[in-house]
């Protein structure tokens, strides 16, 4: 992926060196924790090793899939908003009265101060959006519901284009560069009760 409005190719060929760390640091902690269990049991003296091991794995699995869907709602040529009347505006508006006003929120948490994360969730219960603030990768994820938009806020995600301090151009060009139709493909239609709900 290049070619992103306000994002540079710089940017995004470093965010994807960092992406490729994330996996291979998720491989890493699987294959050290498989050792542990070869013999089919974890040892008392082995258990403070292999609960700092696994303690790890929140950090690193959020990290490698969150920046999947991340790189995955950007595209060149994207639309802003999206269309009038399009499923997801249908879905904002029946969640937060307007669009504009989920559009408000989903901004706000991603000025929040702190390294993290700003998410649109949708929940598979009843259809519901709601937007949320990931400290880290892992910590805010809500359980079982579905990462609709996914925006990163970490510094190294637009350092190198804007100042600290200027994270709102950083949004703001984010947010032009949203490929609506994957965002839509992750929303779940049938909006029908899953068991456990
Ligand atoms: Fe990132």
């Known amino acids: 992926m290049n070619g992103l409005k306000g994002i540079s190719d710089q940017t995004l060929e470093m965010h994807f060196k960092l992406y490729e760390g994330y996996v291979n640091e998720t491989n890493k902690l699987n294959e050290k924790i498989y050792e542990f269990l070869a013999d089919g049991k974890v040892d008392q003296e082995e258990m403070p090793a292999y609960s700092e091991l696994t303690r790890r794995m929140g950090f690193e699995y959020n990290g490698m899939v969150l920046h999947e869907y991340y790189f995955g709602n950007l595209t060149q040529g994207g639309a802003g908003d999206p269309s009038a009347g399009s499923p997801f505006g249908k879905a904002a508006e029946e969640s937060f009265g307007s669009y504009y006003v989920w559009k408000a929120d989903f901004i706000g948490v991603g000025r929040m101060r702190g390294v993290g994360w700003a998410i649109c969730y949708q929940n598979p219960a009843n259809g519901r959006l ?16 579905i990462p609709v938009l996914v925006m990163d806020v970490w510094e190294h995600a637009y350092l190198l284009d804007y100042k600290p301090a200027e994270r709102q151009k950083y949004i703001e060009a984010f947010y032009s560069n949203i490929d609506w139709n994957v965002v839509q493909r992750r929303l779940r239609q049938d909006q029908q009760a899953v068991p456990g709900v």
């Open 130 to 145: 709601s937007n949320h603030w990931i400290t880290l990768h892992e910590v805010g994820n809500v359980s079982g519901f």
